[in-house]
């Protein structure tokens, strides 16, 4: 599949703080997803992205698709405890039918 | 329950043992997935069914791997002699995408942990 490297690998925060990640591409997706992913349970859908440049906000998350289309970020505001685990972007390629290719994950720790 | 579920969650297998892998997709969701996470990994695709018809193949690892679904709804992993290679989480996802829709995201269930001894 596709290469997706996301960053940071991993964020240490204080509660409250924002948090800033992304994802980067080789390849241009027509489709971005984000997902969180607590241990012992499936990634969980967070956002969807289908058209360069859209920004999309689902409470104190907001994800941009980027305008090259081989990029995305995500922004969670006002980090809470519950904000905790691995935080997941997928893209889906023209190429590669519906498959999900996925970054490795950025795990996120929020200390109170 | 409105969302995937899978079965067991958790298999614990004699290297050379076969096992099979289940699972439930949401309700009215044609097109579901199989994907393979590795410890610290992303999810990576295994396969995709959309009703019956496997659509796409190609990311099972070798021919000891094998996904039906006879009916179009339920569909089952199978995994053949196992290896050790083979323990990861089995992640399974249905959708709807393939329905006519620009809607490509895919619900996950919490997916099967199979150790390899």
């Known amino acids: 599949g596709q290469q997706l490297n996301q960053s940071p690998q991993s964020m240490f925060i204080q509660e409250g703080e924002d948090v800033s990640m992304n994802c980067t591409s080789s390849s241009i997706f027509n489709t971005w997803l984000w997902y969180k992913q607590d241990p012992g349970e499936g990634p969980v859908l967070l956002i969807a992205?289908?058209?360069?440049?859209e920004l999309t906000s689902n409470g104190r998350l907001t994800a941009q698709f980027g305008t090259t289309r081989k990029d995305s970020f995500l922004n969670i505001s006002a980090s809470i405890p519950s904000d905790v685990g691995i935080y997941f972007c997928a893209g889906q390629h023209s190429n590669s039918g519906y498959a999900l290719n996925f970054g490795k994950g950025t795990s996120l720790l929020v200390t109170p | 329950g409105a969302g995937v579920s899978q079965s067991p969650r958790y298999k614990v297998a004699k290297r050379g043992q076969d096992v099979a892998l289940r699972c439930d997709p949401i309700?009215?969701?044609?097109?579901l997935f199989w994907y393979q996470q590795a410890l610290g990994q992303g999810p990576e695709f295994l396969t995709y069914?959309?009703?019956?018809?496997?659509?796409?193949k190609s990311g099972l690892p070798s021919d000891r791997f094998f996904a039906e679904r006879p009916e179009g709804s339920v569909s089952t992993l199978k995994i053949q002699r196992t290896q050790q290679e083979d323990s990861a989480v089995y992640l399974c996802?249905?959708?709807?995408?393939?329905?006519?829709?620009?809607?490509?995201?895919?619900?996950f269930g919490p997916g099967t942990r199979l150790t390899v001894t």
């Open positions: 309700s009215g969701h044609v097109s």
């Open positions: 996802a249905s959708s709807l995408v393939g329905q006519g829709l620009a809607n490509y995201e895919q619900y």
């Open positions: 992205l289908y058209k360069a440049g």
């Open positions: 069914f959309q009703n019956e018809a496997q659509l796409d």
